[in-house]
């Protein structure tokens, strides 16, 4: 089986642009996590999506956005983005049911705002 | 923060030494996870136990769980250089069967050759 997929790997963009984040999660999962990690605050829970639904939420403001597709693949974005959002975007696939509770984590988009 | 606190946050050991790193948390849980995080790259699954069992092995891998104490150990016996890594606890924070961990602060393992 093919592991989880993110792009783009790495992206700069400026304060105030909008930037958009995609993942592909291992085949079968339905339910897909993403995962903001700084050197200040560590590894910190956006939001979860399954079966095209948001099942849970972090506590980030609402600039931070993100869907699932009817395959599963889900995209987050961020709009007006802020210096603090540098940060490595880590997606999580899962069956979403009752199982490990195990994630399967994608390799990241490392994002810089200059 | 919700976040646990892990410790040390940095661990120095010649391959072939033991490491044991510790991890508290504050909330109630259904299972803790370990995970292991090279140089700025994707986590990947070590170990789960469940809040029912109290030590659980996975090769040079031994984990146990204090619910009372809301505390968790990872050992890693015979460490080798591949074993340089973050390593995370993570608990489900009683939301069982989802993706919203939470996340320790990590602890950074370096094995000298």
């Known amino acids: 089986k093919a592991g989880v997929t993110q792009t783009p790997r790495y992206l700069i963009k400026t304060r105030g642009q909008q930037v958009t984040l995609s993942c592909s999660p291992i085949s079968g999962h339905r339910s897909v996590s993403w995962y903001q990690q700084t050197p200040g605050q560590g590894l910190q829970f956006l939001f979860e999506?399954?079966?095209?639904?948001?099942?849970n939420k972090g506590n980030f403001p609402g600039r931070f956005s993100g869907r699932q597709f009817s395959n599963s693949r889900s995209e987050m974005n961020v709009s007006t983005l802020e210096l603090g959002d540098s940060a490595l975007y880590l997606c999580a696939s899962s069956d979403g049911r009752a199982s490990t509770g195990e994630l399967f984590f994608g390799e990241g988009s490392r994002l810089t705002v200059l | 923060s919700q976040q646990g606190e892990e410790d040390p946050q940095a661990l120095s050991i010649q391959e072939g030494e033991n490491a044991t790193m510790n991890c508290s948390y504050k909330t109630s849980i259904n299972n803790l996870q370990w995970y292991r995080q090279n140089s700025g790259r994707g986590l990947v699954h070590l170990i789960l136990i469940r809040s029912n069992e109290r030590e659980k092995h996975s090769g040079r891998l031994r984990v146990t769980l204090d619910t009372s104490k809301k505390s968790s150990s990872l050992l890693i016996t015979a460490s080798r250089a591949a074993d340089t890594a973050s390593y995370f606890c993570?608990?489900?924070?009683?939301?069982?069967?989802?993706?919203?961990?939470?996340f320790g602060q990590g602890t950074t393992l370096q094995v000298k050759p």
């Open positions: 993570a608990t489900d924070g009683s939301s069982s069967n989802t993706g919203k961990l939470i």
């Open positions: 999506y399954f079966s095209e639904t948001q099942r």
